[in-house]
């Protein structure tokens, strides 16, 4: 998986309360949450942030709650891939759970600035930042980690590898259906 | 080869005589929680996983705290829909607003469903609560929820750990709240990120459960995957006076390796605070009082339980909440609140001036029963005082003990028990 993308950029310890404030936290519905995506921290950031774009973060990145619908508002908001020094452990998890695109690399997080051009090569672990011209390599995810990503997450992972189409199935999998 | 504590419970769990930092294992879960936020996203995920049922309906715990007793049409919907998985799943541990309902993670030791040696996941990040009674316990998303209810195991990577050496005694007025906040204080937020955090020394002797509870609690906040105590005679007491499952005892081999060890003295601690806008941004409540605040929330799962009201109200001492402050205490079970109000806990709240709340996890993450306008100040018992935790993205969550906060409320400013 390859994305490019203009970059918003944010610091360390970037909380999910911030991501996602607790209050927004009445519905399960990814675009209802996406409309409130970094709300407290970057008050224009949803009605800013186009399909594709990139977040760049600091150390800790996702700290605080369990809520996974901090990984589901950015990843609804279009956000194509976020890229910070380092994750909190639930939010990596979550990410990865659900889907959405990130990558662990402190040099790239450091070097890279708000509105810079970023692409990333997901099967590489390459970052080039193409404002700059500088390249950053982190270590890429192994192979069917990149698949569970591609395929939206880990529940349609399973879902996928089990032929599972029930109905049932099929409803439940709607919140995460792009 | 030597392993820490957490490592012992996970060897178990996964089958194996041994386990190392950095190795993936799957382990069996003994339980799986969640909470009626993050509950319903895992019910979404759950028909994916290819399984009717849970995979043991004793061994799964729906507990509505967040937004319940519902705060609006929204949260109703959440609550019905964990409702009604809960019946159709046969789910037994499901804890209904009034009958038995708490704040889940004062709830389920109270229940005695979480004991010494298991391997819990909750999608709730407070799980590592249940470290203070010996279990590997650790927050989760609904995803790894869902998955954990299906197949009743999970995967997970083994953590270093850090050593956390207590020794002494707290002084007057200085409890569990005041080792977690000083700790998150000295090795920050993400102080102990992906690592255990794991209490030994001879101090532990003399820290009640509670105080355990609070600090197992607040690991999340340094970054742990979860903080554990060793099993002694006060925690086989307190899971036997509660009915827990027998305790399976795992000790931290004497030679088990530490990414690094901090030793703490109960003695030299003194009443503490986390200033906005992180649980790391500690200074000593002395150092800091006079500060004017407008609200003080006594409550949550890190500090809501029976003593932390004793605590609050022996602080008070009898005197009213300050003209001009909002004062709002939420026992966090309703065993709690029926205790409290035996022993005359909440007519003294009430007859202060005080809120007295059913329970509910309400203000802590700035759910309802207490949001902050544009430029107030709270000093809480809560666990979090991120940028607009508890309300408007201008208003200020001041973290601290029971006893802090109750002497706070009285005063109308920060202040010193």
Known sequence: MKFTGKVHKFADNVDTDVIIPARYLNTPDAKELATHCMEDIDASFASRVKPGEIIVAGKNFGCGSSREHAPLAIKASGVSCVIAATFARIFYRNALNIGLPIVECPEAAEAISAGDAVSVDLDTGVVTDETKGLTFKSEPFPPFMQSLVAAGGLANFISQDRGCESPKAQAGSRRLSP | ?417
């Not at chain 2, 997970?156 to 977690?180: C, E, N, Q, T, Y």
């Not at chain 2, 909440?346 to 700035?366: H, M, N, Q, Y």
């Open chain 2, 1 to 417: 080869m030597s392993m820490t504590m957490t490592q012992k419970i996970l060897a178990a769990h996964a089958g194996k005589s041994e386990v190392h930092a950095g190795e993936l294992v799957m382990a069996k879960l003994d339980l799986v929680l969640g909470n009626d936020i993050t509950t319903p996203v895992a019910i979404g995920e759950f028909p994916k996983f290819g399984r009717e049922k849970v995979f043991d309906r004793t061994k799964i715990a729906l507990v509505p705290d967040h937004f319940a007793p519902n705060k609006d049409i929204k949260a109703a919907t959440q609550c019905a829909c964990m409702r009604a998985f809960a019946k159709e799943q046969g789910v037994v541990n499901y804890f209904e607003v009034g009958h038995d309902c708490g704040v889940e993670h004062a709830l389920l030791p109270e229940k005695g469903l979480v004991t010494a040696g298991d391997c819990i996941i909750g999608a709730d990040s407070h799980t590592c609560t249940y470290g203070a009674v010996g279990a590997f316990s650790t927050g989760v998303g609904s995803t790894d929820m869902a998955a954990g209810m299906a197949a009743g195991e999970t995967w997970f990577k083994v953590p270093s750990a850090i050593k956390v050496v207590v020794k002494g005694r707290f002084r007057k007025w200085v409890s569990g709240k005041d080792l977690i906040l000083h700790l998150i204080g000295l090795i920050g937020v993400d102080g102990a990120r992906y690592q255990s955090l794991e209490f030994a020394g001879d101090g532990i002797a003399a820290l009640t459960m509670d105080d355990r509870f609070t600090i197992a609690n607040m690991a999340i906040e340094a970054g742990a995957k979860n903080g554990i105590f060793p099993v002694d005679g006060t925690c086989l007491e307190y899971l036997k006076e509660h009915g827990a499952k027998t305790p399976r005892i795992h000790a931290a081999d004497p030679d088990a390796e530490y990414e690094r060890t901090l030793e703490i003295d109960l003695d030299k601690l003194e009443p503490t605070v986390s200033f906005p806008h992180l649980p790391s941004n500690t200074r000593l409540v002395r150092e800091a009082a006079g500060l004017p605040i407008d609200q003080v929330v006594i409550g949550s799962c890190t500090n809501g339980r029976l003593s932390d009201l004793r605590a609050a109200a022996a602080a008070m001492a009898g005197r009213p909440v300050a003209p001009g402050v909002r004062c709002i205490v939420i026992p966090a079970t309703q065993r709690i609140w029926i205790e409290a109000m035996k022993e005359g806990l909440l007519a003294k709240f009430a007859e202060a001036g005080c809120v007295v709340s059913t329970p509910t996890c309400g203000p802590c993450l700035g759910g309802y029963m207490g949001i902050l306008a544009k430029g107030e100040r709270c000093v809480a018992t809560t666990n979090r005082n991120f940028v607009g935790r508890m309300g408007h993205v201008e208003s200020e969550v001041y973290l601290a003990s029971p006893a802090v906060a109750g002497a706070s409320a009285v005063a109308g400013r920060l202040a010193e028990p």
